[in-house]
């Protein structure tokens, strides 16, 4: 994937706390939830989109089962089905009578200020 050209929807950078990969319009790293911005003025932020998917569900393993691990792995492909990225988010394990929640949600902005172009 390559990636947009800095101001136009898509572009990212890095954030200075958590060193994640984010879009170079957020206010607010969405994996820290850091504050990224102060100045409001000083450049147009993106404005929130209601979130077009949002999924949770939950895992429980039974008592009678033994131990189980798990990798929480996150796909993304694009509209002819090639695979655009992928990452383990997460990994761990379950024992008898444990549970874990899962929760998957796609944010999305419209960008004020960047030009809306296809990569």
């Known amino acids: 994937m390559s990636n947009p050209r800095p101001g136009t929807a898509g572009s990212t950078r890095t954030c200075p706390h958590c060193k994640t990969r984010i879009l170079e319009s957020a206010a607010v790293c969405p994996a820290c939830k850091h504050y990224l911005r102060i ?14 998917l949002k999924v ?17 792995v996150v796909v993304v492909t694009n509209e002819r089905g090639e ?5 383990v988010v997460g990994v761990g394990a379950l024992h008898p009578n444990e549970s874990r929640t899962f929760s998957l949600a796609v944010e999305m902005y419209a960008p004020t200020g960047a030009k809306a172009r296809r990569h």
Not at 39 to 52: H, R
Not at 60 to 72: M, T
Not at 83 to 87: C, G, K, L, Y
Request: charged content about 20%; proline content about 14%; glycine content about 6%.
């Open 83 to 87: 695979e655009v990225s992928r990452h």
């Open 39 to 52: 100045d409001s003025a000083a450049s147009p932020l993106a404005q929130p989109l209601p979130s077009p």
């Open 56 to 72: 949770e569900g939950i895992i429980r393993q039974p008592a009678d089962a033994g131990s189980s691990e798990y990798s929480v």
